[in-house]
């Protein structure tokens, strides 16, 4: 015997809505986390631009990006990130 259940737009717009909601407040919160540090780990600076972290870690190894390794992590600082943007815009 299967079950078979079926939802139409009007039902699951709110669920949508809800689930969409959390998540960017979720993300809003990682972001205020952040604010005021001197650098950032891969994982946060790829968290405040909204890319994965091997986005990063790639560029850096292309040398589009520029990283200093802090112990035993890769960190960025916000100046970096920010001449690192303004490069990808001459160059979409």
Not at 12 to 37: F, M, N
């Amino acid at each position: 015997m299967s079950l078979k259940i079926q939802f139409d737009q009007d039902d699951l717009r709110p669920l949508v809505h809800l689930a969409v909601a959390e998540a960017l407040d979720r993300l809003e919160d990682e972001r205020a986390k952040l604010q005021g540090r001197l650098a950032l780990t891969e994982p946060e600076a790829a968290v405040l631009l909204g890319v994965k972290p091997h986005v990063l870690r790639d560029c850096r190894r292309r040398g589009e990006l520029q990283g200093a390794k802090v112990g035993s992590k890769i960190v960025y600082t916000r100046p970096d990130l920010l001449e690192f943007l303004d490069r990808q815009k001459e160059n979409p």
